[in-house]
């Protein structure tokens, strides 16, 4: 089946055409991403902007086009952290299912770590093998945690690759969350900075037992922080996803670039050899989740992968 799965996040609305086999074996045709920030302001009013809602439905007209010139069998969507906690969520899910044609659903976080797992650990052997071997072992045999840190949410599940996952939580951490909450000079400063790894330190552990986070032999990292360090580590310009898919990034480059980013007012960000401009605003705070997050699981590195939960939501329709 050819499908287009689109993921209207709190910062990014993306999309993914591919073919998947019977037996769910997913081949990628094409894959977009367009910042909208879609969860701006959402936080502290409880409810999308005008302006966000018609940045999402001009990415999603235009993603219409290309999946309808790949000649889909299927249009999906899905709705993360910013639709489940605005107010008026269900007026986006409505314009969006009658008016551009997705077949849009709002999941829970629960259900966004499940399909998040399933893509990150079902994507073919290089991610997975990637992060088992770096600790020794193989992907049936590693407990492997996979963190995804969107804009208004970050999901931690655990598990053994090709297996359903054994933990997940969807928590209260964001990018865009973050930011908005802790980050209000440019560039912030350094009570900002330490108000925010306390937050997500807190969070992390609140949200996953101690036991479990000692259980975790292997990490994979997804979505567009993980991805834009792997890009920035390697100065990768332009962007290669192949580079960046399956790349190590140690807990050391992660620190070294949260330092180099944090010192960077958001003009200069900007300007940052392998981050997209428009993450400039939220990335300080995607890396200090993704920083801390590290720490707590005691992961010297992790395996950034291009596949998440569009690649989930793709297989699971077979």
Known sequence: MRIAVADLGTNSTRLLVAEVSADGRLTQL???TEVTRLGEGVDASGR????????VYDAL??????????????????ATSAVRDADNG???????????????????????ARLTFLGATSAGA???EAAASAFGGTPAQDETLVIDIGGGSTEFVTGRPGHHPGFHVSTALGSVRQTERHLASDPPR??????????ARQIVAAGVPASLRDEVRAGIAVAGTPTSLAAIDQQLDPYDPERVDGYRLTLAAAERILAQLAR???RERRDVTGLHPDRATTIVAGVAI?????????????????????????????
Not at 48 to 55: G, H, T, V, Y
């Open 30 to 32: 094409e894959r977009h």
């Open 48 to 55: 999308l902007s005008p302006e966000a809602m018609r940045r």
């Open 61 to 78: 007209g235009r993603y219409r086009e290309i999946a309808d010139a790949a000649k889909v069998e299927r249009r999906i969507a899905v």
């Open 90 to 112: 269900s007026a986006l899910v409505d314009h969006v299912r009658e008016q551009l044609g997705f077949d849009i659903r709002t999941i829970t976080g629960d259900e966004e």
């Open 126 to 128: 290089g991610p997975c």
């Open 190 to 199: 350094r009570e900002e900075l330490e108000a925010l790894a306390a937050e």
């Open 264 to 266: 960077l007012p958001t």
């Open 290 to 318: 993704l920083v801390q997050s590290m720490r707590l699981f005691g992961l010297d590195e992790v395996t950034v992968s291009e596949a998440d939960v569009l690649d989930g939501a793709a297989i699971d329709q077979t």
